[in-house]
């Protein structure tokens, strides 16, 4: 493999005005396509082969024509102190403001609260509320349709009422703010330390944003007949823009030694492909492993999601094997500092930081292993008390309209309100259909924790019905889980009695059988996506303990970064740092999209850093110096590579999408923790403890893996280089070099 992207790299710079033309014609092309087509869908979330959805998808069959997909708004009314929202002039007010709302933009149905038998009016009188209809999805409300809504809850409250919106039709769009500049700000300013060079700090960001554009533009080219949502597109900016920089950091770092080598800018750029560029196709694929497998868990939303990052990440990689050598060719000495270029910077024998760290930790290696392995330990500790939810208006900040109608709902309706459970009543088994029904909302209204059930709402063809059933107890708590399973374990017994099926679903019953799903798609997962990584990394390593030491190390990494998530967006902790205005539960697809991000960015780290310990080892270095000896050629730039992915997810943090800053976050910590906690301090200290152990491989398995030449050995042979050790004495700082097979 090396040898092919050595001769890929010398391609690229000998072409580099084609390759450059071909990369911005894609780019041209992917940006007229997201121009000319349609907008993103809402997220339709979906989860196959649940309860839930099959009641879904039924009700979608047996009730035709309804607006199901269509946004909605629920305005609460709230009558001034001592009053009565029923009281002649208040309810005058609430007629008034409905029949504005009878005339907004896209309006479908506007529900009068004093004509449904009162179940809109609580029963101390004080609150009423109204559920109104559009005909558009909550992402294509128009701003004249907000304007109208938010008009017509400020006439209410001109006439004296309390009046407060939520429902989709409410939703904005999500932003990111200026957090994301300042990350990418921040990165460049690393760049910069890095390389000392302003042209070959850009180089890595132009790339990188050059990727995401292309990327971004071709999900949203796309995003109509794939289904591919916003939320898509901003992950995939995310992680794409983060790997982007990266991998090309690691292949202009390389060029900029082989040229200080006193070679060619062709054959420098075909080296650092060759060489860099054979762990950065293998850390990208283990990147594509981690969010391509996510479509084991079978919930569409999430396969979009990694399969839209993944493609982005492959295009990061495409670009730094050929954009990269292809704009160092025009950069030519520039990547190198100045003083480089006029011949005045020297060779130091002081050793640099990274050298002095690893010595460290070689001496001290158990003291240091269990400070890791205790610190990340005690990070994971919230994990233990994580929630998993699906957000409504009850996660909002309190400041906002649809949180405060959320909390005047539960108060004047009770804590079950906002999250009533719909029930749906197959009966066209059954002899009497109403009957059948009549018997299932009397046993259903005797189960407990059940506060009341409304009457059944039948389908034309009077097969089909819906029972609203409001729980005594919050969304969120056991006694409304309890309750869901209980009105399903009763399913025998109705059918038996009634000859009906009967089936729970509604956003509480949504969140049960997703959890339940992705518990029960985590193991699958996990050993999906860690056995192919295991198996990469054999090739790479030629070694079973170093992978093996991977991933445990990627455990402790992510349940670390888990439990940082549970303490700042659950528990609190640091929330007014991280403008979390609101906490509760974690989004339930947010643990399992997150693990699979961090195990991709994890194996980056461990195959850049740590090849070149085994190349030393190779080379008949001792076990410790071959530590000592990976850190001093590769600690600076793989830290450099480190801090850009934190500075770049940490930018998320700004969005006003809960996922995303949760995805931010979680992901910055992440980084931080396996970066400079697991691979530069356990990871070397479990080298240095393990030896020439760590390096073992059966004879059997040496034989049956194949040899893909990942460090370029055979290239090296081919060019007459001999052995590798001239490149053991370039500037620490500039040096990365892939492992020896």
Known sequence: ?????????????????????????????????????????????????????????????????????????????????????????????????????????????????????????????????????????????????????????????????????????????????????????????????????????????????????????????????????????????????????????????????????????????????????????????????????????????????????????????????????????????????????????????????????????????????????????????????????????????????????????????GPGFNGPLMVVVDAGSSDNPKAAVDQVKTTISGFSDVKSVNDPAFNTKGDTATLSVVPDSKPSSTQTEDLVHAIRGHQGEFTDETGAQVLVTGTTAMNIDVSQKLNDALVPYLALVVGLAFLLLMIVFRSVLVPLKAALGFLLSVLAALGAVVAVFQWGWLSGLMGVEQTGPIMSMMPIFMIGVVFGLAMDYEVFLVTRMREAYVHGETPGQAVVTGFTHGARVVSAAAVIMISVFAGFIGSSESMIKMMGFGLAIAVAFDAFIVRMTIVPAVLALLGRSAWWLPRWLDRALPNVDVEGEQLRKNLGDGSDEAGAEGPVEEEFEPVRV
């Open 1 to 413: 493999m090396a040898t092919f992207l050595y001769k890929l790299g010398r391609f690229a710079f000998r072409r580099r005005r084609f390759v450059v033309l071909i990369w911005v014609a894609l780019l041209a092309l992917a940006g007229v396509g997201a121009a000319t087509a349609p907008s993103a869908p809402s997220d339709n979330f979906t989860v196959p082969g649940t309860e839930a959805q099959q009641a879904f998808d039924l009700l979608h069959e047996r009730f035709p024509g309804t607006n199901a997909d269509g946004a909605s708004a629920r305005m609460v009314f709230q009558a001034p102190d001592g009053q009565k929202i029923t009281a002649g002039p208040n309810k005058a007010a609430v007629e008034k403001v409905l029949d504005e709302l009878k005339h907004t933009p896209q309006k479908a149905t506007v529900a009068d609260p004093f004509a449904v038998g009162g179940d809109a009016v609580s029963k101390d009188g004080t609150t009423a509320y109204t559920s109104v209809s559009y005909t558009a999805k909550s992402t294509d409300i128009t701003d004249a349709t907000h304007t109208a809504i938010k008009d017509a809850a400020q006439h209410g409250r001109d006439a004296g009422l309390t009046v407060e919106t939520g429902g989709t039709a409410l939703e904005a769009s999500p932003e990111t703010g200026n957090s994301e500049i300042i990350g990418v700000g921040i990165a460049a300013v690393v760049l910069l330390i890095t390389f000392s060079s302003l042209v070959a700090a850009g180089l890595p960001l132009l790339t990188a944003i050059m990727g995401v554009g292309i990327g971004i533009a071709a999900i949203t080219a796309l995003a109509s007949t794939l289904g591919l949502s916003s939320t898509s597109s901003t992950l995939a900016s995310m992680i794409g823009l983060a790997v982007g920089i990266d991998y090309a950091l690691f292949i202009v770092s390389r060029h900029r030694h082989e040229l200080m080598e006193g070679r060619d800018g062709e054959d420098a750029a075909g080296r650092a492909v060759g060489t860099a560029g054979s762990a950065v196709v293998f850390a990208g694929l283990t990147v594509l492993i981690a969010l391509a497998g996510l479509a084991v868990v079978n919930i569409p939303m999430l396969t979009k999601m990694g399969l839209a990052a993944a493609a982005t990440v492959a295009i990061a990689v495409l670009i730094a094997l050929t954009l990269i050598p292809a704009l160092l060719g025009f950069a030519g000495p520039k990547v190198l500092t100045r003083k480089v270029r006029k011949g005045r910077a020297g060779h130091s024998d002081k050793p640099n930081m990274g050298t002095r760290w690893a010595r460290l930790i070689v001496r001290r290696r158990v003291p240091f292993l269990i400070a890791g392995v205790v610190a990340l330990g005690l990070a994971a500790i919230p994990m233990s008390s994580m929630e998993l939810g699906l957000p409504d208006d009850g996660s909002q900040p309190v400041s906002t309209t649809q949180r405060k109608a959320y909390d005047m709902l539960s108060d004047g309706f």
